[in-house]
C-alpha cells in the first residue's frame, strides 16, 4: 500500500530536549516535504527536499532542522524544542513538485512542548 | 505572492441540508493548481481534487461538487445533502509554478453536520 509515514504520532516533550520526528515514504517520490498546522493558520511548509541531499527552507523554517540521506527518508528534527513548536505536523511526498501531481501525507504528528 | 482565504471559519448545519465553503485564491502565474482536502477528526488529510489553471469545467463527484471561476478566483465547494459523516475541517490550497515547491493553504473551515 503506498503511503507516507510518520512517527510517532503523539508527543510531549520539555523545552529543549532535543526530538526527532521520522517521516516515511514507499513510492519512491523525489520531492518530500513538512507543514505545521496551527489553529487559524493553516499549513504552513517549514522545509521541503527536491531529492536526496537536496534540501530548502520553506515559510517557517526557523528551530527546525531536516535531512535527506535517502529517497524514502525525511526526518524533521528539533534541536531544542519550545513552546511555540507545539502544533499538529505533516510529511508529504509527491512524485515531482509543481502542483500537477498528487501530494500524499502522512497521519501527522502531534506535539506538545511543556 | 500566493494567497488562500477561506472566509468561512466554522459552519454548522442540519443534515441533509446542502452547504458550501468558500475559496478564493490570489496568484500572478497563469498555471497553477487548486486543491481541496478534509481533515476529519481522526486528524488525516484526505485529499478530495486536483484542479488546473486551464480547467473551468466545474466537477461532480457524487455528493460533492466544485465550481472553479477564474473571473473570481473562485475555487468553491459544495455538499450536497449533507451527513454526519462530511463534519470534518476542509481546507482548499493553491500550488503554482512560482511556489512550486509548496501548496499554499487557506486557513481552514471546519463542518459541523448536526442530525
Known amino acids: 500500500e503506498a503511503q507516507v509515514t510518520q512517527n510517532p504520532r503523539y508527543l510531549i516533550t520539555v523545552t529543549g530536549k532535543k526530538l526527532t520526528v521520522t517521516c516515511s515514504q514507499n513510492?519512491?517520490?523525489?520531492?518530500m516535504s513538512w507543514y505545521r498546522q496551527d489553529p487559524g493558520l493553516g499549513l504552513r511548509q517549514i522545509y521541503y527536499?527536491?531529492?536526496?541531499?537536496?534540501?530548502d527552507k520553506g515559510d517557517v523554517p526557523e528551530g527546525y532542522k531536516v535531512s535527506r540521506k535517502e529517497k524514502r527518508n525525511f526526518p524533521l528534527i528539533l534541536e531544542s524544542p519550545s513552546p511555540n513548536q507545539t502544533s499538529l505536523y505533516f510529511c508529504?511526498?509527491?512524485?515531482?513538485?509543481?502542483?500537477?501531481?498528487?501530494?500524499?501525507f502522512g497521519q501527522g504528528t502531534r506535539l506538545t512542548v511543556v | 505572492a500566493q494567497k488562500v482565504t477561506q472566509a468561512q471559519t466554522e459552519i454548522s448545519v442540519v443534515e441533509k441540508e446542502d452547504v458550501t465553503l468558500d475559496c478564493v485564491y490570489e496568484t500572478r502565474d497563469t498555471t497553477y493548481y487548486l486543491f481541496w482536502y478534509k481533515q476529519p477528526p481522526s486528524g488525516e488529510l484526505v485529499f478530495l481534487i486536483r484542479r488546473n489553471s486551464f480547467d473551468e469545467q466545474n466537477e461532480i463527484s457524487g455528493r460533492y461538487s466544485w465550481n472553479f471561476q477564474k473571473s473570481t478566483s473562485s475555487f468553491n465547494f459544495t455538499i450536497t445533502a449533507s451527513q454526519v459523516v462530511d463534519s470534518a475541517v476542509y481546507f482548499c490550497a493553491l500550488s503554482d509554478i512560482q511556489g512550486a515547491q509548496k501548496l499554499v493553504f487557506g486557513q481552514g473551515t471546519r463542518l459541523t453536520i448536526n442530525p
Open positions: 513510492m519512491n517520490h523525489e520531492y
Open positions: 527536499s527536491m531529492n536526496v541531499e537536496v534540501t
Open positions: 508529504a511526498s509527491s512524485l515531482s513538485f509543481g502542483g500537477n501531481t498528487e501530494a500524499f
